[in-house]
């Protein structure tokens, strides 16, 4: 039988997208034999940017602004004219397991973080499609960029090719950065529970301990005499 040899070519064309081609090439004996496509794979790069580099994705190259966190944290705060596709969706599902899970995280993420309970939202990847096609220049938000860096790899996956992210997410946006709407600015937006009181908790407890004890150095007489006055078990 005669030997074939076989040449292999892996062609790479960078843009906005890679668009990577395997090209296999026979000859017979010097005779080359057509070209033929083995696989045609189209990924999209996740572009990385900070704060200002992203307001100039909007500005100059004409990217639209997909915010992805759930609903409490947009209506607290978002970038002006952006879409909203939640990547979580809150989680009101009853079978007994989800029931244990949900009483756990109200008393403690819930609680004291303000944290929604939720799952991952299976109508995401549709409801971007019904609203961008697979060419649309899209920037991914979040409030801590791990949300958004999900988003963009699930987008990727179903053929989103122009697809950028601010690392760190919002909470790292200075003020004035970009128009917002909400009751808060976009850095806070994150912020809910007790420990958006923890620092007012903090500052009353310490005013209280340092008027006690300038009490009781000046005047410990009186304030003896109070120590007197109260129950003793």
Same mark, same amino acid.
């Not at 496509?37 to 790069?45: C, G, K, Y």
């Not at 919002?170 to 909400?182: I, Y």
């Given at each position: 039988?005669? %030997?074939?040899?076989?040449?292999?070519?892996?062609?790479?064309?960078?843009?906005?997208?890679?668009?990577? *081609?395997?090209?296999?090439?026979?000859? +017979?004996? &010097? #005779?080359? *034999?057509?070209?033929?496509?083995? +696989?045609?794979?189209?990924?999209?790069?996740?572009?990385?940017?900070?704060?200002?580099?992203?307001?100039?994705?909007?500005?100059?190259?004409?990217?639209?602004?997909?915010?992805?966190?759930?609903?409490?944290?947009?209506?607290?705060? =978002?970038?002006? @004219?952006?879409?909203?596709? !939640?990547?979580?969706?809150?989680?009101?599902?009853?079978?007994?397991?989800?029931?244990?899970? #949900?009483?756990? =995280?109200?008393?403690?993420?819930?609680?004291?973080?303000?944290?929604?309970?939720?799952?991952?939202? !299976?109508? $995401?990847?549709?409801?971007?499609?019904?609203?961008?096609?697979?060419?649309?220049?899209?920037?991914?938000?979040?409030?801590? &960029?791990? #949300?958004? *860096?999900?988003?963009?790899?699930?987008?990727?996956?179903?053929?989103?090719?122009?697809?950028?992210?601010?690392?760190?997410?919002?909470?790292?946006?200075? !003020? %004035?950065?970009?128009? @917002?709407?909400?009751?808060?600015?976009?850095?806070?937006?994150?912020?809910?529970?007790?420990?958006?009181?923890? %620092?007012?908790?903090?500052?009353?407890?310490?005013?209280?301990?340092?008027?006690?004890?300038?009490?009781?150095?000046? $005047?410990?007489?009186?304030?003896?005499?109070?120590?007197?006055? @109260? !129950?003793?078990?």
């Amino acid at each position: 039988m005669a %030997g074939i040899a076989t040449t292999c070519y892996y062609l790479t064309l960078s843009s906005t997208s890679t668009r990577n *081609t395997w090209l296999e090439l026979k000859t +017979n004996y &010097g #005779r080359a *034999t057509p070209i033929r496509r083995r +696989n045609l794979s189209i990924r999209a790069e996740v572009n990385f940017v900070n704060a200002e580099e992203a307001k100039k994705l909007i500005a100059v190259e004409g990217y639209a602004v997909l915010d992805v966190r759930d609903k409490s944290q947009f209506d607290r705060a =978002h970038i002006k @004219s952006c879409y909203h596709v !939640p990547l979580f969706i809150e989680n009101t599902d009853n079978d007994p397991g989800t029931i244990v899970k #949900r009483t756990l =995280h109200n008393n403690f993420s819930g609680l004291f973080f303000g944290l929604p309970f939720t799952k991952l939202n !299976p109508e $995401f990847v549709q409801s971007v499609k019904s609203q961008f096609s697979p060419e649309s220049k899209l920037l991914l938000v979040c409030q801590e &960029g791990l #949300r958004s *860096t999900a988003a963009a790899n699930k987008l990727e996956q179903a053929g989103f090719q122009n697809i950028a992210c601010i690392t760190s997410g919002l909470q790292t946006v200075k !003020p %004035g950065t970009f128009d @917002s709407v909400g009751k808060t600015e976009l850095q806070d937006a994150g912020k809910a529970g007790l420990v958006t009181i923890q %620092g007012k908790i903090s500052a009353v407890l310490g005013t209280v301990l340092i008027c006690a004890y300038l009490f009781i150095t000046l $005047f410990p007489d009186q304030a003896e005499k109070l120590l007197q006055m @109260s !129950p003793v078990r």
